[in-house]
Nanobody, 118 residues
């Protein structure tokens, strides 16, 4: 079982930056994807950015502004968010997916709130 603990959310003004962190622990193996999702008020959860063996995929709305990265030594995945806009406001979740014995599994962080003021 994989556990994810994320942090780094907060209140920033439009144009500012935040760096979200997600520390993974537990039995980490057979990972197929790692990424970040968000849920804005009144909207469904959406993919922000994800990385697989095939590369990085970003939501169109965050292209050029958000960057996903990993530090394997610290067992941590990051989301660097620059040039934040008010529409980036929402709860951000880190996620990893894996395939073990033919079963697809998901691990989610608890979510961290990002609020961007205009």
């Amino acid at each position: 079982q994989v556990q994810l603990v994320e942090s780094g959310g907060g209140l920033v003004q439009a144009g500012g930056s935040l760096r979200l962190s997600c520390v993974a622990s537990g039995s980490i193996s057979s990972i197929t994807a790692m990424g970040w999702y968000r849920q804005a008020p009144g909207k469904q959860r959406e993919l922000v950015t994800t990385v697989t063996s095939g590369g990085v995929r970003n939501a169109e709305s965050v292209k050029g502004r958000f960057t996903i990265s990993r530090d394997n030594a610290k067992n941590t995945v990051y989301l660097q968010m620059d040039s934040l806009k008010s529409e980036d406001t929402g709860v951000y979740y880190c996620n990893i997916k894996g395939l073990t014995a033919g079963i697809l599994w998901n691990a989610w962080g608890q979510g961290t709130l990002v609020t961007v003021s205009p």
